[in-house]
């Protein structure tokens, strides 16, 4: 690590689908045009990341430990944080946990404290929510949700967070984010709350001066019955995986992008299984690093291209990662359903199934637990 000054650590958790990645990068951008030097972390149960390609994309140094959470990979978050320090000594490194994780605190954190307090000025732990799907976990408005032992995962993570952050705070009208916000305040009341987009860029100003400025605070880390967080883990399915495409005479990248996400959708809103979050990329062969980037976060939800390519393209490759409360095989049918959709509706072209890996998460595991920051 840097011998000169301690670099400061951000980790920015939150459930599946709430925007975390979005946030990752306008807090990247807004202390990169500060003059400070960024480096980010992703986390995922498997390989291939959208978030990582996304973040690369634009222009960020990053790096991906995949196999595990944060938590049971604490060994690899060293090892990613001095990789980043040999290549651009930055002064701040914002991780983004899997957003099925939750003690963070005690397994990630802490430890940081105990044993890396020399390298590193740790900041309050954020946890983004998106307001559509709490206000359907807390009973506020109708709509689907996941098991009680998924929810479990959820709420931990609300639990010990020192910052929530409502995200896409302009879905909602001002009665509703003033009911949820009392809600949260009620069932969390430690936590600090603000109200944000990601989006717009409301409220983004005043969390990150407090992340970029705060230090997390001292305390016993939360109680976590493990049983039932590796059984909330273990009704998740969880793909990714990636696919060539290429076509002879030009097509649009974005609505290959569509096609399949739509596809996607429909096969898993038959099969009633409960969308966490469903993202692709579609990165072409040649060009100047542009990709296409985009969302589904709830089953009810149109899918939405955050990114979008320029021009026409001839090949490239996509992927996609998916977690849904259903079974794994499941969702690679639902990837092969719209590969052939797709083909259909691009005549010509070539898409093939190069890699997949398709998984309920196992058992969390992690390397350290603390339940303080220092020994008493």
Not at 18 to 38: P, R, Y
Not at 48 to 59: C, Q
Not at 231 to 243: F, H, K, Q, R, S
């Amino acid at each position: 690590m840097n011998p000169q000054k301690k670099a400061r650590y951000i980790m920015i958790g939150g459930f599946l689908g709430a925007g975390k990645t979005t946030c990752v990068s306008k807090l990247a951008q807004e202390l990169t045009d500060q003059g400070f030097t960024v480096g980010l972390i992703t986390n995922d149960q498997g390989s291939e990341l959208v978030d990582t390609a996304m973040l690369r994309s634009r222009g960020f140094a990053t790096e991906e430990i995949p196999g595990g959470c944060f938590c049971c990979r604490f060994n690899s978050l060293v090892d990613a944080a001095n990789k980043l320090t040999e290549l651009s000594r930055p002064d701040v490194f914002i991780a983004e946990p899997v957003g099925s994780c939750t003690d963070l605190v005690a397994t990630v954190t802490y430890p940081l404290r105990r044993m890396y307090g020399a390298n590193f000025v740790i900041s309050p732990l954020s946890v983004v929510v998106d307001p559509i799907r709490a206000q359907r976990i807390f009973g506020l408005a109708p709509g689907g949700k996941f098991s009680e032992k998924v929810l479990y995962i959820y709420r931990k993570q609300l639990e010990e967070a020192d910052f929530i952050v409502v995200n896409k705070c302009e879905l909602l009208d001002e009665g509703n984010l003033a009911q949820l916000s009392a809600r949260l305040s009620v069932d969390f009341p430690k936590a600090e709350i603000f109200m944000v987009s990601a989006r717009t860029g409301k409220g983004l100003e005043e969390w990150f001066a407090r992340i970029a400025a705060g230090e997390q605070p001292d305390g016993a880390a939360m109680a976590v019955d493990y049983k039932v967080y590796a059984d909330g883990e273990a009704l998740l399915g969880w793909l990714n995986c990636t696919v060539s495409v290429d076509k002879p005479d030009d097509f649009d990248g974005n609505a290959l992008l569509r096609s399949l996400a739509e596809s996607m959708q429909k096969t898993l809103n038959a099969d009633n299984a409960e969308v966490a979050h469903l993202k692709m990329t579609f990165s072409p062969n040649e060009g100047l690093g542009d990709i296409a980037v985009i969302n589904v976060v709830r089953n009810d939800f149109v899918p939405e291209l955050s990114l979008e390519l320029p021009d026409m393209v001839r090949a490239g490759q996509v992927i996609i990662n998916c977690r849904a409360e259903a079974a794994p095989d499941l969702l690679l049918a639902a990837v092969e359903t719209a590969l052939s959709a797709t083909r259909a509706q691009f005549p010509g072209i070539n898409l093939k199934l190069e890699h997949s890996e398709h998984f309920r998460p196992g058992k969390p595991e992690p390397t350290h637990r603390f339940a303080r920051a220092v020994e008493v």
